[in-house]
């Protein structure tokens, strides 16, 4: 390798992984703010907890690469720029798309890198942070429910709890029920246990009463032990409707013909997936491009930066909101790949162009 590439593609490579890793760790940190209550006030351990939004990183990754390469491009080629190491390069015969062939091969490694997340290890890490979810929600779900607060856990269902002790029993329940209009239902007792089921959680509830209205009737009843069925958010896991995010591409590709009312929606997800990995290697082309193509300034070339920064964030903007568009309507997916493929195109051809770059210096006194 011509030892200018190399010198290139290890500034690019270190600049990237460092960019990506700040990012990624502060999306992560505020995404895992979400879950934190799982910690404080539903019993699950660290570890659990580190498991669950440690399964939020490919998906993040997945995002965030993109802008990283983009960002460390910039910042790689306007250091050359003001370091005059670009008049150098130019001086010594160096095309502007000999130049590029460095940002070109490593954003070819993170398409590569891309391309195995999201038909490989993202299908099958959010499938796990689903069913990790689901458990965790299933079998805790007696610690979910806050103390002296009328929770919700699901639409028309109310559960009351005074306290609970270490053994995780509950004391002091009020339950109301009243997802069927026809016949809302209140129990009340003095205390609670949580039992597993094939068919989900289930509460054992003991010394209390039950009170139902029929026809504008009210029938009570008291009770020492009275289980009740109490799967307060889905199904168990592995009976769960799976997302379109869950399947590999192969598979997804294949449901294609019994989709149904989702073809659309899979449709758009294999056109994402073939395409976004594409998206790094337009946006570091791009942004090489545009700062090799204006002439040297002592002044900095902080208004290129600038506006080709602005350029690679408009083109992710785009190309998401055609893949949320090809969701709805199918030919827009023949504009996701066109989005893409033609802007590669016209970067290439600019690049390769004017084979000798700018030399001449401008914007500031000899």
């Known amino acids: 390798m011509v030892r200018y590439q190399s010198y290139l593609l290890h500034q690019l490579a270190a600049t990237t992984l460092i960019v990506a890793f700040s990012l990624t760790s502060i999306v992560w940190l505020m995404q895992a703010l979400r879950f934190i209550d799982f910690i404080v006030n539903r019993g699950v351990s660290i570890l659990t907890f580190l498991h669950l939004t440690s399964l939020l990183l490919p998906s993040l990754i997945t995002m965030i690469l993109p802008l990283a390469v983009l960002f460390a491009t910039l910042y790689v080629y306007h250091r050359l720029s003001q370091d005059s190491e670009l008049v150098v390069f130019f001086a010594a015969g160096l095309s502007r798309f000999q130049l590029a062939v460095p940002a070109l091969k490593w954003s070819a490694m993170c398409c590569v890198f891309l391309a195995v997340m999201m038909h490989v290890i993202l299908p099958i890490t959010y499938r796990q942070f689903k069913d990790l979810q689901v458990f965790l929600r299933d079998n805790y779900a007696s610690v979910m429910l806050q103390?002296?607060?009328?929770?919700?856990?699901?639409d028309g269902l109310t559960v009351f709890v005074r306290e609970r002790d270490e053994n995780g029993r509950l004391k002091g329940v009020l339950l109301h029920d009243g997802?069927?209009?026809?016949?809302?239902?209140?129990?009340?007792a003095r205390e609670a246990t949580l039992q597993q089921t094939p068919t989900g959680p289930r509460f054992l509830l003991v010394d209390g009463s039950r009170q139902e209205i029929q026809k504008?009737?009210?029938?009570?009843?008291?009770?020492?032990?009275?289980?009740?069925?109490?799967?307060?958010?889905?199904?168990?896991?592995?009976?769960r409707p799976k997302r379109i995010d869950e399947f590999m591409t192969g598979a997804l590709i294949q449901s294609l013909a019994r989709a149904g009312n989702e073809y659309d929606k899979r449709l758009a997800e294999i056109h994402h997936r073939f395409t976004w990995p594409l998206v790094p290697?337009?946006?570091?082309?791009?942004?090489?491009?545009?700062?090799v193509s204006g002439h040297f300034n002592r002044r900095g070339q902080g208004k290129r930066v600038a506006q080709a920064a602005a350029i690679g964030i408009a083109f992710i903007g785009v190309t998401m909101t055609l893949q949320n568009a090809a969701a709805s309507q199918v030919w827009i997916g023949a504009l996701m790949y066109l989005n893409v493929f033609g802007m590669l195109a016209a970067i290439i051809w600019q690049l390769r162009e004017s084979p000798i770059g700018p030399v001449q210096a401008t914007g500031g006194r000899a």
Not at 225 to 236: A, E, T
């Open 179 to 188: 997802r069927d209009n026809s016949k809302p239902m209140t129990l009340m």
């Open 147 to 154: 103390e002296d607060v009328f929770n919700n856990p699901a």
């Open 216 to 239: 504008d009737r009210l029938s009570m009843l008291y009770f020492d032990r009275y289980p009740i069925d109490f799967n307060l958010y889905s199904k168990n896991s592995a009976a």
């Open 281 to 291: 290697v337009v946006l570091a082309l791009l942004s090489t491009w545009w700062l």
